[in-house]
């Protein structure tokens, strides 16, 4: 028999999704993209924060197994200007562990049974069956039918999003150049030694470089810097040309006039990847309810990073789960459209704040506006508990 309940995309909000509803003893089936568990193995560090994703992995009884791969000694955030003099630290113990993308999606899979997924089924649109019923069509001309709800977890270009609204990604201006350097790096150490545990973020001219230490010992490295949509895919830069993107990167063009030491952050990386920035229109969070279809994640509202990416989809989980068990498989309509309520606003705050942090981290003065910024935070928050 078909379980009621579809969710297309098995990242961490779908994953975390499919976890909560086999704890509720709800029955559904995951449709990921992906041809198997181990096809995509790719992502940073995620820091998982206390009263969001930490309350969903309670929810999901693996709290303890979080605690397992979690790195409370990466908490740690430190800015730089653009001549690598640091100019503030947070290490404070937040309690938002980090925790790699990867290790996060592996622990949810472990924990829900795996005839629950179908691997290897990109989905290309949804429809309405002949019997009032919810359709998936896949790109292989396959389809599965007889669902009362489709949810799209499937991430910033959702196969499910156009049934729902017709909201579309923007992009930002500003774009990640990712790369990284191993534990076998001739510069391995000299980065231990620099850098250390947790996040550095350097700032400068609008441009950014941060490093982020992973679970395997490594740093990612992420060149940040605002040019048009297309400056990979038109041909400007070849990131397959290792040292050519190199030599771009460290031209005056780009982090050229910057510190010896961060221009060997971008002379000693490699395996150089594209990750260009988009959001949803805060403004278009949000949609008349279509019966039978909801949201979750980045498919609901994609943000420019701001730290709260994964644990706001991680709570769209917790909060879409917890409805559909109030209200049971037959009040399924009135379960999601609470559920959205509620999500339509925290979506929409949280790709505010994105744009916030993105406006303060390429401002054109530097580190001072974003530590002007933490600096009114905490003074804030030392006000509420006083």
């Not at 490594?218 to 297309?230: A, C, K, N, Q, W």
Request: charged share 25%; proline share 4%.
């Amino acid at each position: 028999m078909t379980p009621r309940i579809a969710i297309v995309g098995a990242g961490p909000c779908g994953l975390t999704l499919a976890r909560l509803l086999e704890c509720k003893g709800i029955e559904y089936v995951v449709y990921e993209r992906d041809e198997s568990e181990v096809a995509n193995r790719r992502g940073g560090s995620l820091d998982i924060h206390a009263e969001t994703g930490q309350r969903a992995l309670k929810e999901a009884g693996l709290f303890d197994e979080f605690k397992k791969h979690a790195r409370y000694e990466d908490d740690v955030f430190t800015i730089a200007n653009q001549q690598g003099e640091r100019v503030f630290q947070d290490c404070q113990g937040s309690d938002a562990p980090e925790m790699d993308r990867v290790t996060l999606r592996q622990m949810l899979l472990d924990s829900i049974p795996k005839d629950k997924i179908r691997w290897g089924h990109p989905l290309k649109s949804t429809a309405l069956g002949e019997d009032g019923h919810r359709l998936l069509q896949f790109q292989d001309g396959t389809s599965a039918s007889g669902f009362k709800l489709v949810i799209g977890a499937d991430g910033a270009w959702s196969k499910v999003r156009p049934s729902v609204t017709q909201a579309k990604p923007q992009y930002s201006g500003n774009h990640y150049i990712e790369s990284r350097i191993s534990p076998n790096s001739l510069y391995y150490p000299i980065m231990v030694s620099k850098v250390g545990a947790g996040t550095l973020m350097c700032l400068g001219s609008s441009k950014e470089i941060v490093t982020q230490r992973q679970g395997d010992g490594s740093y990612r490295i992420y060149l940040g810097i605002t040019v048009p949509e297309d400056f990979v895919r038109g041909g400007t830069v070849d990131l397959t040309d290792t040292e050519s993107t190199r030599r771009l990167f460290l031209s005056s063009a780009f982090f050229g006039d910057w510190a010896d030491d961060l221009k060997d952050l971008i002379r000693y990386s490699d395996d150089f990847r594209s990750w260009p920035l988009y959001y949803t229109d805060p403004e278009a969070v949000g949609w008349k309810h279509v019966p039978g279809l909801t949201l979750a994640g980045d498919a609901a509202h994609v943000a420019v990073p701001n730290g709260e990416g994964v644990n706001c989809a991680m709570v769209d989980a917790l909060e879409l789960a917890s409805k559909v068990a109030a209200y049971g498989i037959h009040d399924l309509d009135r379960a999601v459209a609470e559920y959205e309520e509620d999500m339509f606003r925290r979506g929409a705050e949280h790709v505010r704040d994105g744009l916030k942090m993105a406006a303060l981290i390429r401002h054109e003065d530097g580190p001072s506006a974003l530590i002007s910024f933490f600096h009114d935070a905490m003074a804030s928050a030392a006000a509420q508990t006083s």
